[in-house]
């Protein structure tokens, strides 16, 4: 009896297991939906030049002379960038890290201006002066010449 319920449990379990392998989605799904969300993926190939100087020992009559020749090398290496959109929580992210250094610059702006309003409190004493001399030529003006109507 037991080794019966244990031949049929492992053959329901195993039946299971085949119907999700067998219903699940396949890999080309999956890159579809992304590249329908955004994913590039680039092929790109860059090429650099290698350039180097090379002495070739030759034989003249007697004695052994060198030549310097330039002997130029270029090399293609090619891979693939690929560009992955950003997920609306990290959007998210980015836009409320914006603002909040908005805010910050604006606070500090806001703090900058009222130190500097305070900063220049005292009165302006040529000012006080000068209305005091205008007011005493008035009032001689006003005393010497009057203009009988």
């Known amino acids: 009896m037991i080794g019966c319920t244990f031949k049929l449990r492992s053959k329901l379990i195993l039946s299971l297991i085949s119907t999700i392998l067998a219903t699940s989605c396949s890999v080309n799904y999956h890159v579809r939906k992304a590249f329908d969300k955004g994913y590039r993926c680039e092929e790109v190939a860059d ?3 290698i350039n180097s100087i090379d002495s070739i020992p030759y034989v003249l009559r007697d004695s052994i002379m060198w030549e310097k020749v330039l002997v130029q090398k270029d090399t293609i290496v090619r891979y693939k960038r690929s560009y992955v959109p950003k997920t609306r929580f990290q ?6 890290l914006k603002r909040d250094t908005l805010k910050m610059i604006e606070k500090v702006e806001v703090v900058k201006y009222k130190t500097e309003k ?3 409190t005292k009165p302006n ?5 000068l209305g ?3 007011g005493m030529i008035t009032n001689w003006l006003l005393r010497n010449f009057k203009n009988p109507l």
């Open 47 to 49: 090429t650099f030049v």
């Open 118 to 120: 305070h900063k220049n």
């Open 132 to 134: 005091f001399v205008v």
């Open 125 to 129: 004493i040529l000012l006080l002066v």
């Open 91 to 96: 959007t998210r992210i980015e836009y409320k």
